[in-house]
């Protein structure tokens, strides 16, 4: 009964996953009218926590993934970030469409189908397993034999697996020195479980991809003197 019990929870967690794969296409399908879009990649190895790091960056959210369960091709998930241009008058807002892609073998053929559209992409390695760092060159090569040149991050993920700080520093410092060979955009590293550092690597690459696409800032509208007129009134009444 328990190995039934099992597979029924299995399966209720698959029909989740289909369920929110609907809504998420829903959402990349139907934008606001005139609304800025990028597309944004994510790859990296498989198990090194892909999905949970877009699952921070767009609900603020952890799930824990039981062993063995990790994402069948590719899962759409989409989001809004505004104030790219780090102005207080700037009100340009982006829906960013993010391919959260399997870093399993047997996936590549179906994920490299989605690296013609993308606009940026965060490569993804688990900072307490050298193994998927030392696979990063083969994913860049791999984006960049359907994208060119696209703007492209390396992000360390489980920070929180590494007790020794020095250990952490060695494992960066790698990854700083892998992600400069290849030309990459930039090298952070983040925790998908405690929150850390994951808003400001997505942000930072979703700025930067903006920013080479020529996406233009909107200013804050101005307010019609009639508003204004009608504000002074309001303020008038609620006085007396």
Not at 25 to 41: A, F, S, T, V, Y
Not at 48 to 73: A, D, H, P, Q
Not at 107 to 131: K, L, M
Not at 145 to 164: M, Q
Request: charged residues 25%; aromatic residues 6%.
């Amino acid at each position: 009964m328990l190995i039934i019990s099992t597979k029924f929870e299995k399966i209720n967690k698959m029909g989740s996953w289909v369920s929110r794969l609907s809504k998420n296409k829903k959402q990349i399908e139907e934008p606001r009218r005139g609304e800025q879009r990028l597309h944004l990649i994510v790859i990296g190895e498989h198990e090194v926590g892909k999905s949970s790091l877009v699952e921070r960056f767009v609900e603020n959210t952890f799930t824990s993934m039981e062993e063995g369960f990790s994402t069948i091709g590719v899962e759409f998930r989409s989001t809004r970030v505004s104030g790219l241009m780090k102005s207080s008058v700037d009100q340009t807002t982006v829906k960013v469409l993010i391919w959260d892609c399997a870093g399993q073998e047997r996936f590549h053929t179906i994920i490299r189908s989605y690296y013609r559209s993308a606009d940026c992409a965060v490569i993804a390695y688990d900072v307490s397993n050298p193994h998927s760092l030392e696979q990063v060159p083969m994913w860049v090569n791999d984006l960049r034999e359907f994208t060119g040149t696209i703007p492209f991050i390396v992000l360390g993920n489980k920070t929180d697996k590494v007790k020794d700080p020095a250990e952490l520093v060695e494992m960066t410092s790698r990854a700083a020195e892998t992600a400069d060979m290849l030309g990459a955009d930039g090298c952070m590293s983040a925790s998908a479980l405690e929150g850390k550092g994951v808003a400001e690597a997505f942000t930072a690459i979703v700025r930067l991809s903006a920013m080479k696409s020529n996406i233009q800032p909107v200013p804050q509208p101005a307010v019609k003197p009639l508003e204004l007129e009608r504000s002074s009134r309001s303020q008038k009444k609620s006085v007396w």
